[in-house]
Every structure is written in structure tokens, then in C-alpha cells.
């Protein structure tokens, strides 16, 4: 079955423990992104990667870091959390550029005290 | 990217036709009018696209005016499982970083 594949689901820590949320896909997809949803503001996307080893910002990349060394993971990195970053975050892969539709995880809801 | 405008609310009888308008006055020529949902607060879910045509799938149909300036999805005979926020979204691609979520119209389906 198609899917991407966000760990943990749900994860309460604490300002400062750095952490990864980890997503996966099976599609073989070139394009990844994450995403964050906040009550009000919509979703936000925070990184995208449009290749392996190649990665960019979207329009909330502060106080994140991501990577992609292989083509089906796009970790989502923390380095510091701090209680702003509490949100819902959204995985999402796409075969392509153009012409094509997006795959989302199931989310990550994160909780930073 | 275009901007849209959908309404913020709808309510739908179930076994009903929705129809979920989308409004992009200035939509450039190579944008695409995507359709997406969200249910609770599952992931979002691709539901239908088009560039000119009408288009038709398991789901829904999209509907695009013929100065692309608005759409209409159809969800033909919508059930409770259908409640969700519809995102109409215009984008020249649409790989998975370039989708602009608004606000949505938030769906209702009412028994």
C-alpha cells in the first residue's frame, strides 16, 4: 500500500531535549515536504526536499533542521524545541513536480513543556 | 501563486450533492486548481485536479468555468464520512512543497 509513514504519532517533551520525527514513503517519490498546522494560521509548510541531498525553506524554517540522505526518508529535526513549536506536523511526498498530487501522513502532534 | 476564496462553512443533507465553490480570479495560465480535504485531523487527501477541462474521478467532479476563474467540486452523494475541510488550491506545479493551504470550506454533512 502507498503510504507515508510519520513516527512518533503522538510525543510530550521538554524546551530544549532535542528530537526527530521521522517520515518515510514507499513510492519512490522525489519531492517531500513538512508541513505544521496550527489552530488559525492553516498549514504552514517549514522544509521541503526536492531530491536526495537536496533540500530548501519554506515560509516557517526556524528552529528546524532536515535532511535527506536517502530518497524515502525526510527526517524533521529539533534541535532545541521550545513551547512554539507545539503543533501538528504533516509529512507529505510527491512523484513530481507537475501535474501530480501530494501524499500526507498521518501526522505528528508534538507537545514541547 | 493565485489566491482563492471559498467559503468558510457548508452544510450538505447526506445522500445530497455537495457542491463546494472555489473563487481564483487570477489564475495564471499554467495553474492547476487542485482539491484537497482534510478529515479531523488526519493529513490532508488529494481528491481531483484540473488545468481547463472538466474532470471526473471516483471521488468527485471538478468543475472550472471557462475563464478559469472559479470551480465547483461535486461530491455527487456525500455521507457523514465526507465531513471535512475542503482545500481549493491553485498552483503551476503541485509537487508535495508547493501546495498553499487557505482556510477551507468546512463541510457538514448532516444526517
Known amino acids: 500500500e502507498a503510504q507515508v509513514t510519520q513516527n512518533p504519532r503522538y510525543l510530550i517533551t521538554v524546551t530544549g531535549k532535542k528530537l526527530t520525527v521521522t517520515c518515510s514513503q514507499n513510492?519512490?517519490?522525489?519531492?517531500m515536504s513538512w508541513y505544521r498546522q496550527d489552530p488559525g494560521l492553516g498549514l504552514r509548510q517549514i522544509y521541503y526536499?526536492?531530491?536526495?541531498?537536496?533540500?530548501d525553506k519554506g515560509d516557517v524554517p526556524e528552529g528546524y533542521k532536515v535532511s535527506r540522505k536517502e530518497k524515502r526518508n525526510f527526517p524533521l529535526i529539533l534541535e532545541s524545541p521550545s513551547p512554539n513549536q507545539t503543533s501538528l506536523y504533516f509529512c507529505?511526498?510527491?512523484?513530481?513536480?507537475?501535474?501530480?498530487?501530494?501524499?500526507f501522513g498521518q501526522g505528528t502532534r508534538l507537545t514541547v513543556v | 501563486d493565485a489566491k482563492t476564496t471559498q467559503p468558510t462553512s457548508m452544510d450538505c443533507a447526506e445522500g445530497r450533492a455537495a457542491n463546494l465553490p472555489c473563487n481564483h480570479s487570477t489564475i495564471s495560465g499554467n495553474e492547476y486548481v487542485y482539491w484537497y480535504r482534510q478529515i479531523h485531523s488526519q493529513g490532508p487527501q488529494y481528491i481531483i485536479h484540473?488545468?481547463?477541462n472538466n474532470e471526473t474521478n471516483e471521488m468527485a467532479s471538478l468543475i472550472i468555468t471557462e475563464d478559469r476563474k472559479s470551480s465547483t467540486l461535486i461530491l455527487p452523494h456525500a455521507t457523514l464520512r465526507d465531513t471535512a475541510v475542503y482545500y481549493c488550491?491553485?498552483?503551476?506545479?503541485?509537487?508535495?512543497?508547493?501546495?498553499?493551504f487557505g482556510k477551507g470550506t468546512k463541510l457538514s454533512v448532516i444526517p
Open positions: 526536499s526536492m531530491n536526495v541531498e537536496v533540500t
Open positions: 484540473g488545468l481547463k
Open positions: 488550491i491553485v498552483t503551476p506545479g503541485a509537487g508535495s512543497y508547493q501546495l498553499t
Open positions: 507529505a511526498s510527491s512523484r513530481g513536480q507537475f501535474n501530480t498530487e501530494a501524499f
Open positions: 513510492m519512490n517519490h522525489e519531492y
